[in-house]
């Protein structure tokens, strides 16, 4: 990711069912997608944080590990 150097667990949704699942289920209940599937986009890439927010925008992503 654009040399962050950050650590990352990826879920393959494809090939996966329990992922994508798991996916959906986030998605439909977060409030971070509300504006994304509003405007009818599915919300991917997004990267969810130890914290448990989510962060769906590759700049606020930079923007939370250059500080």
Known sequence: MGGLNIDVEKVDMVGNPA??????KLRDNHPAFETVTQNGYIGIPALVLENGDVVLDKDQLAAIFNK
């Open 19 to 24: 992922g994508l699942k798991a996916f959906l």
